[in-house]
């Protein structure tokens, strides 16, 4: 039999988050960002499930637009990063792959390339990473006019920086660069959000948004949980208690023994470790839960296990499941435990992990 350490992914969830991203999107219609394995929670089973209500998919890279392509689905996927090498240019305008052009690079496959996508431009907005700057874009779309490619771009997209803070004035700046950028172009489509500018109050999102964490559950925002923002956790990631002990007061528990017991505590072992993405991060006092009751890990967390204290749960035994997050413990509280976002901790849960769906 395998190993009990699953995480189980609720696509019922993922619907309803889905549907919660439309109400808040208003008149913008919404792509399903389903890059990195779909967060963690499997592209192919993500992508299907979503197939009836999402007129769109957001990935990185090629590799993932195929995969949507495997699990037999016809909808356009947007390729968030563009294409690596011009030969990709030919597979993307075959197979309804529509790549963001962000660089020269790019700008110049293009222009050599007979067989077009269609195709979007990354403005620059003052995230600074990827995208050309607004005072380029007139000459990028005289090159593509010149190119013949006009006539497949979609449209305009830029990228936020800082909309997980609604107090930051840099959303608005971004999103008023954007819009002058683009405002000669009125007749293409623009598509600017992540699913943290769904939580903007009066936030344009324009033609197409773009949200990813939310779909899974993932709080986009500093200092609120999924929960708090009217979404479901869609991944429990459960392992199972494979021994308990005493630890008298004065002994330590694992590696470093760098947490002891300061009175006799009634601990347990869960089979789950770093090595199947859990957080080695996390440290002694975040939280996991059994049975539905709240307890607390000790010491460090090893590569297969990591240890629990069970004075929360007397009537916890071998074989029983623990939740790491889920239902009752949210993996934004996890995040925040070991110093980071739900979304490394989804995107890391490793292969051996089984997958079940619901
Ligand atoms: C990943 C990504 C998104 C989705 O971001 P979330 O914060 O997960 O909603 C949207 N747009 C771009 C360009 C991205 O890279």
Known sequence: MPRPTVARIDLEALRRNYRT???RAGSARVMAV???DGYGHGISRVASALADLAPKYAVACVE???AIREAGLAQ??????GVHAETDLT????RG???VLHSEQQLTWLSGSRNRPRLWLKVNSGM???GF???ELASVMQRLDRAGALATLEGFVTHFACADDVDSPMTARQTEVFEQATAAWPERMRSVGNSAAHFHPGQPLYDWSRPGIMLYGGSPMIGKTGPELGLEPVMSLEAPLISTRMVPAGESVGYGASWVADRDTRMGMVAIGYGDGYPRHAGTNTPAAINGQRIRLIGRVSMDMLAVDLTGAPDAREGDSVELWGRTVGVDEVATCAGTISYELLTGITARVGRHYL
Do not use: T, Y
């Open 21 to 23: 991203a439309c109400q």
């Open 34 to 36: 389903v890059k990195a």
């Open 64 to 66: 993932e637009a195929l």
């Open 76 to 81: 356009p996927v947007v390729l968030l990063q």
């Open 91 to 94: 597979n993307c305008a075959e």
């Open 97 to 99: 792959f529509e790549p």
């Open 128 to 130: 600074n990473r990827l």
């Open 133 to 135: 700057h607004p005072g």
